[in-house]
């Protein structure tokens, strides 16, 4: 029998097969996967090939090839490496300016992780109820020309008030969407709103560290309400870039790599060279300054990797 994953929890997977039953699986030895090195050999959204014990359970015999899959490292020296979900249409990037505060260099890691593995991306500033001020505001105001500027769309949406909750529920139709960021930023408050769902466990953010608790654990999918699936996932504090080379880095800032066609060199790295179309992009305000400051520590701390490892 086939069946989708809509949740792992290490041993155990939620199966659901195409006539909507559920069947607990687990997997039986070891399963062989081409390549990839990681704690979890088969994730939410991968489909899965098994055998039925009884009417509700169920062993594991293989994965269905997958369209793509996307990796977390929890750091960019860790070796262990997770995959957070296969087979996604869409990632967003929930983010909050605070309570609790996201970093826009976490966005961008997540942004050049998803680019890698050419998931397209949407940035959804949740908690707008929170932002009226007109410090807030401006901060809003920047994020949205940082990341439109990079070509990514930017929602500003809230779970308490509604807002813009249809415009997703829109972007949503006939998609497999993942829903990412740090722990507290309301992403299953996200998908409680989406789907209606009210068995779904979320808690305030901590009084003293103004930080999520870590309160979802393991990545699940839910169906929403007009055909599509969004996948939950447990809070991140941070990702760690993939074992990329330095070049490749640019390739993943889209406005980088569409700006360094005309730099001088072939090899320019857009850091220190003559003639780069890309400082002058930066210069001209066509890059946003936070992303191309970002672009050079990613290439910085791969070379201090590079340099360890020798
Ligand atoms: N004011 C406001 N609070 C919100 C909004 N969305 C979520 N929250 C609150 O933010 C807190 C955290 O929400 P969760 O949905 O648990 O956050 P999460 O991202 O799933 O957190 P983890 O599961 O730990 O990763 C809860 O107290 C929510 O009620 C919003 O739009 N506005
Ligand atoms: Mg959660
Ligand atoms: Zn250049």
Redesign the pocket.
Known sequence: MKGLVLKSTGNNYKVKTDDGTLFDCHIKGKLRLNGIRSTNPIAVGDYVFFEPENESAGIITSIADRKNYIIRKASNLSKESQIIAANIDMAYI?VTIH?PQTLLQFVDRFLVTAEAYDIPCTVLI?????FQSPEDQAVIKEWQEIYILAGYEVLC?????GYNIDELQKRLVGKVSLLS??????????I?AITNNNEL?????SKSFHK?????TFAEMYETPHGGNII????VKAFGLLNMESEEISQYFPEIFKYSSDCQYYNCTHSHEPKCNVIKAVEDGKIAVSRYKNYLAFMDDKNAKHREAQ
């Not at 949406?157 to 008030?161: D, E, G, L, V, Y």
């Not at 960021?181 to 996200?190: A, E, F, P, R």
């Not at 999520?212 to 979802?216: D, K, L, R, V």
Request: glycine share 14%; charged share 20%.
């Open positions: 929930v309570s949740n908690k707008y109820d929170l949406i809230s779970t308490k008030t960021g740090n722990s507290g930023v309301g992403k299953t408050s996200i409680k466990k979320t808690s305030e953010i999520g608790q870590h309160t979802t939950d996932t447990p809070g």
